[in-house]
């Protein structure tokens, strides 16, 4: 049997060393644009030279698993076309291209392995009173505008965004507020219109200096899905059944932030279980049993503040989120043992969710 598992982002991963694992005999080709496994939750760390977040595909991946590193251009009908016209058979595919970032032009975006590098040389060159603009409020803006200020306290660190940590309630958000301020991160609440070398252009007509400019927004899913022919939602994921697998072609499992998966939201916490209980269902199928229905079960939303603070706001099943919320040195850990459970997860294929 042939199994092609394209990306090697979280879900990816996991799917390929849990079919590795549960299917004996099973032909696995993983298909990436690069030869590594990048933690890209971590690649803040990376900007801010605090840790290294790729790790090649060979040293997490059993011996007896092919790699490709090359892009794809479509998939169906049992192939996938890669690019310069060469493809690949498949009996049953795992689609997790995972979600894509679309940066204003003269920003380096931060949830790209390439741009991520060329972040982290420009900052590790930048003098002393160098200025750095963080765009995005989300938690992947506060993490790196965070990380890169208790890096390098040296520099000026400003966020920009229309609603800083607008995805906590309550106090845990103040918290979070609290948390860059001490920082020393300057909250600007504005959009950005236009940024060139040196400088930024704020929606409300201001410029300001800005030495290095960092997009942390994602924007939605690679199109690969739709110009396949699969069923796609309005943001272009893959359409599922209950079982993970594409409403199109039941061969195809879409799972991670490519798969419109009910209740679920871009994030490492979803991609993680999508991707074992998918290649679990497969397993079923090739055994001759039913496939198992997947619901996605939450406990809580975490940011970290550099390596020394972190907010952790707990949540309901449903991710509707409680009123309670760890912080300090008791969210550090909660945070980096959920970040290193889903690293864990995916060199193993451990699917778990915290």
């Not at 798969?259 to 269902?281: I, K, L």
Request: glycine content about 12%; hydrophobic content about 45%.
């Amino acid at each position: 049997m042939k199994v092609a598992v394209i990306g090697a982002g979280y879900a990816g991963m996991v799917a390929a060393n849990r079919v590795a694992k549960k299917i004996k005999g099973a032909e696995i080709t993983v298909i990436n644009p690069r030869p590594d496994f990048v933690e890209r939750v971590r690649l803040h760390q990376q900007i801010a030279a605090t840790k290294q977040v790729a790790t090649p595909l060979r040293e997490i991946l059993p011996g007896r698993v092919r790699t490709l590193v090359t892009t794809v251009d479509t998939i169906g009908d049992g192939v996938v076309r890669l690019a310069g016209g060469e493809s690949a058979g498949f009996d049953f595919a795992f689609l997790a291209v995972g979600s894509t970032v679309r940066p204003l032009p003269g920003t380096l975006a931060v949830g790209e392995w390439e741009s991520a590098e060329r972040a982290r040389t420009v900052l590790a060159a930048m003098p002393a009173d160098g200025v750095v603009t963080v765009i995005g409020g989300g938690p992947t803006g506060i993490e790196t505008a965070s990380e890169i200020a208790a890096a390098r306290p040296d520099l000026d660190v400003r966020l920009v965004g229309t609603a800083v940590a607008e995805t906590f309630t309550g106090r845990a958000r103040q918290r979070i507020l609290d948390g860059l301020e001490r920082l020393g991160v300057a909250i600007v609440n504005d959009g950005v219109a236009a940024a060139e070398p040196g400088s930024v252009r704020l929606r409300s007509g201001q410029e300001e200096r800005s030495d290095l400019t960092l997009w942390a927004i994602v924007s939605g899913v690679p199109d690969l899905a739709a110009r396949s022919g699969l069923a796609v939602d309005d943001s272009g994921r893959v359409i599922v059944d209950d079982f993970l697998r594409s409403v199109t072609d039941p061969r195809i499992f879409a799972v991670g932030d490519c798969a419109a998966v009910p209740g679920s939201r871009f994030a490492c916490q979803c991609s993680v279980p999508q991707g074992g209980h998918a290649a679990d269902n497969l397993a079923r199928i090739v055994a001759g049993k039913s496939p198992a229905r997947f619901s996605m079960r939450f406990v809580g939303r975490g940011v970290s503040l550099g390596r020394k603070d972190a907010v952790v706001q707990l949540t309901r099943r449903d991710d509707t989120l409680r009123d309670g919320y760890l912080a300090a040195k008791v969210a550090v850990a909660a945070k980096e043992a959920a970040t290193r459970g889903a690293s864990f997860g995916a060199r193993t294929g451990f699917g778990g969710s915290w």
